[in-house]
Nanobody, 125 residues
Framework: QVHLVESGGGLVQAGGSLRLSCAAS????????MGWFRQAPGKEREIVAG????????YYADSVKGRFTISRDNTRNTVYLQMNSLKPEDTALYFC??????????????????WGQGTQVTVSS
């Protein structure tokens, strides 16, 4: 069983930065594909970024390319999302997710087996 806990959300002005962290418990963390998703009120949950360490693959949604960076520290069982040049439209509840099968970097929520409770990011204009 994998338990995920996100942290690092908050209120920031447009143009600012935040770094989200997701601490994972459980074995074989390095074999999991990890993803960051977000969900704004009234909208569907969407992928922001994902990382598969085994195949050295990352994925970014077009809306965050060049602004967000996903990384992981397997020694600390932690995945990060560095968010720069934040925009009001980045406001959402951000979730960390783990795909235990680790095949590629799934871009939809379905393949992810484990989810954190979410951390709120609010960007003011």
């Amino acid at each position: 069983q994998v338990h995920l806990v996100e942290s690092g959300g908050g209120l920031v002005q447009a143009g600012g930065s935040l770094r989200l962290s997701c601490a994972a418990s459980g074995r074989s963390f390095s074999s999991y594909t990890m993803g960051w998703f977000r969900q704004a009120p009234g909208k569907e949950r969407e992928i922001v970024a994902g990382i598969n360490w085994r195949i050295s693959s990352t994925y970014y949604a077009d809306s965050v390319k060049g602004r967000f960076t996903i990384s992981r520290d397997n020694t600390r069982n932690t995945v990060y999302l560095q968010m720069n040049s934040l925009k009001p439209e980045d406001t959402a509840l951000y979730f960390c997710a783990a795909d235990a099968y680790g095949l590629g970097v799934p871009r939809t929520p379905g393949p992810y087996d484990h989810w954190g409770q979410g951390t709120q990011v609010t960007v003011s204009s």
